[in-house]
């Protein structure tokens, strides 16, 4: 029995949530009495009486309302996990047991019972608390990369190193969603933990049936079969009569459990400890549970909100309508794409919505294909229908994207296959923080042999760009693009080489050729504008086609006494010294300065300010420039990774960026060498 925010449940949309009783769904106060402000560990909750159990689920729920509403979040995931992470830390002794959660977007609820309740006000703020796991935060915290389905093959790690050290009185616990679980890691370490009788790990599956939307596939069938008590003659998907996947590949197998019944939860992770062996708890949740506008919420169950009204559910900032974001615009290209080129194919991996591809998915639904968390499957099932006369396009977030590089590689790129993806959250995201920052792709798919990545600008840059790579037969394109609103149009002066060529988007003298990438080219132009007050002459070109490296750009550099180049990716090794290398290869022997990402793991915040300290943004641009003329100062040495800034950087490239904090605890194992 779950302790709901009392809200009407059959309510159709956020609307009628406002007839919310008093004083209930997210009253913007700070919860200061009750019970929550007694629990400041897990000790604390496992000396509460089972009967003031829900009354805590309650109180947690309103917390979780109250906090991510105002600073935005993921709300639906945790609402979902208030009774599971109360039974889970009542049940094991975190840290000497390790909880690990999958994904860690539903890790609130053990951020609360673990001691910080203080940090929502700040929750995924520059400086405030991370909205994933995160060892600086707590020693309760394990696993900080939020890329999903990485859960159980930590924890076939950690049981096999608690073997070898002896500790067969410690327990290890992987907290995965029914989503994680059709990721093919998630299978691989299936397939060892199965086997492996005498090293047991607990798998709780946080069932809820949904991604972002219903989760897809035949485990997704499956795991329906197993959700409905008994079988009945009108299921649609019955429930197995003899061993389900798990029992087959080696588990003992607890539930369905209500995944909102402490007391059922309890007792069957009490079971599960007990047994000594592979288990699977299969816990049965509704993702958004107990708050209505998140139950009732079509979309995604308020997946991921931004700052909202609690009462209503409604967005707070829907009043001014925001530019449009690279996402809509993409959204609104690809069903014209879709109506003049029957060949071309969607992909998503769980994130139809996300990645703007429901638009399509509605129009063109025999060209849609949703394959689950699995973005390796994804690529390679595009290198299928490539080798078949398709053109898919891949739809990705671009951090995701790292995991499929071998596809990309070897499926796609060495059969010379077109297939193109479309990388959204490309560069610096944000409030996600170090596992999201898409700021590894240029670097990555840079390397890739017969592969072109473009980098819009903006819109109509965009849409180019895309019917662009469409319409290229010859082997992979990329198109990415940040977690960002599109500016305003930049136009160019000129063009220099023809449809494949480079933007000049303005000239103002040669003593700098600033290459723009992206988006960036808003900042570069602003930056030469303010040289120009500085005397100095730049031209700002963007080559659109950032990779490979536009003949044009060599010969540009020719004629300018310094190049500057400026990307939303990492400072070393991507498009900017892709373009060092080709110019030195001309012979020419005009200097070129790199801005971009430090090789750190860079930690959340705002994009913009993380942008900034990066120096991207147009002031510190003016000021990298102003100081290569003046100075004359030729490129520094390759970054020598992370660490302080090192000599001779210069001053936009040594701010800090957030570099992601060492963990609290000394670098020993979980729960230390106890
Ligand atoms: C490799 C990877 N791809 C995509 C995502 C984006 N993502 C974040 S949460 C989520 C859905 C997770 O579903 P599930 O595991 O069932 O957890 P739930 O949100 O339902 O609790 C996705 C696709 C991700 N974090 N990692
Ligand atoms: C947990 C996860 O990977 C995503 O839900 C992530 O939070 C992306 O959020 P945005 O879609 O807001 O970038
Ligand atoms: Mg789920």
Not at 382 to 395: D, E, K, Y
Not at 540 to 551: K, L
Not at 633 to 642: E, I, L, N, S, W
Request: neutral net charge; charged residues 15%.
């Amino acid at each position: 029995m779950s302790a709901d925010i009392a809200v009407p449940h059959a309510a159709p949309d956020a609307a009628s949530a406002a007839r919310t009783p008093t004083g209930l769904a997210g009253t913007g106060t700070t919860i200061t009495s009750g019970l929550l402000p007694r629990i400041n560990g897990p000790g604390d909750l496992r000396r509460l009486p089972p009967d003031r159990l829900p009354e805590l689920a309650g109180e947690i729920r309103r917390f979780l309302v109250d906090k991510v509403s105002a600073t935005g979040g993921h709300l639906g995931p945790n609402l979902g996990a208030v009774e599971l992470s109360i039974a889970l830390h009542r049940v094991f002794a975190s840290p000497r047991d390790a909880i690990v959660f999958d994904t860690g977007h539903q890790a609130y609820v053990h951020k609360i019972l673990t001691g910080r309740q203080g940090g929502f006000d700040r929750l995924r703020q520059a400086g405030g608390l991370s909205g994933y796991p995160s060892r600086a935060e707590s020693v309760h915290d394990i696993v900080e990369n939020s890329h999903a389905s990485t859960a159980l093959s930590y924890a076939d790690g950690l049981t096999r190193a608690f073997q070898l050290r002896g500790h067969t009185d410690r327990h290890v616990v992987a907290v995965i969603g029914d989503g994680a679980l059709t990721g093919g890691l998630a299978l691989e370490a299936v397939n060892n933990l199965g086997a492996a009788p005498g090293r047991p790990a607990i798998i709780v599956l946080n069932d809820n049936g949904r991604s972002y939307a219903p989760t897809v596939g035949g485990l997704a069938s499956h795991l329906a079969a197993l959700r409905r008590p008994g079988r009945d003659s009108g299921n649609p998907s019955p429930r197995p009569d003899g061993p389900n996947v798990f029992e087959s590949l080696g588990f003992s197998y607890l539930g369905p459990v209500d995944g909102h019944d402490i007391g059922a939860l309890e007792g069957a992770l009490r079971q599960a400890r007990a047994l000594r062996r592979p288990v699977v708890v299969h816990a049965v949740t509704v993702k958004g549970k107990g708050y209505g506008p998140a139950e009732n919420d079509r979309a995604d169950h308020m997946h991921g909100i931004g700052v909202l009204d609690p009462a209503t559910g409604r967005p707070r900032d829907a009043a001014g309508a925001a530019p449009p974001s690279w996402t809509s615009l993409f959204a609104d290209e690809m069903t014209v794409i879709g109506a003049e080129h029957p060949g071309v194919v969607a992909i998503t991996a769980a994130m139809p919505g996300p990645t703007g591809l429901a638009e399509f998915a509605a129009r063109f639904p025999d060209r849609f294909f949703d394959v689950g968390i699995a973005e390796q499957h994804a690529v390679a099932c595009a290198a299928g229908l490539a080798l078949n006369g398709m053109h898919p396009i891949v739809a990705m977030y671009a951090t995701f994207c790292n995991r499929a590089f071998d596809q990309a590689l070897m499926d796609v790129a060495l059969h010379r296959l077109p297939v193109t993806f479309v990388l959204d959250r490309a560069g610096i995201t944000g409030p996600d923080g170090p596992s999201h920052h898409g700021m590894w792709d240029l670097v990555l798919l840079g390397m890739i042999p017969g592969l072109r990545i473009a980098a819009p600008r903006d819109a109509t840059r965009l849409r180019e760009l895309l019917h662009e790579a469409v319409g290229h037969d010859g082997g992979p394109t990329v198109v990415r693009y940040p977690k960002a609103s599109a500016g305003p149009d930049i136009a160019a002066t000129r063009r220099l080489g023809g449809p494949d060529g480079v933007d000049v988007l303005s000239h103002t003298g040669d003593q700098a050729l600033l290459v723009a990438v992206g988006p960036l080219a808003g900042p570069c132009v602003a930056a030469a504008a303010q040289l120009r007050h500085h005397g100095v002459g730049v031209t700002v070109v963007d080559p659109r086609w950032v990779t490979p490296v536009s003949p044009v750009l060599v010969e540009l550099a020719a004629t300018h006494h310094l190049v500057v180049t400026a990307e939303d990716g990492l400072r070393t090794g991507g498009v900017g010294t892709a373009i060092a290398t080709a110019c030195a290869d001309a012979g020419l022997t005009t200097p070129v300065r790199t801005l971009g990402l430090p090789r750190e793991f860079v930690g959340h915040g705002e994009r913009a300010h993380l942008l900034a300290a990066a120096g991207l943004d147009h002031r510190s641009i003016t000021a990298s420039v102003l100081e290569a003329v003046h100075l004359g100062v030729p490129d520094r040495p390759a970054d020598p990774g992370p660490g302080p800034a090192h000599a001779g950087a210069h001053p936009a490239a040594s701010r800090p960026t957030a570099p992601v904090p060492a963990p609290a605890r000394g670098a020993g194992p979980i729960g230390g060498w106890s």
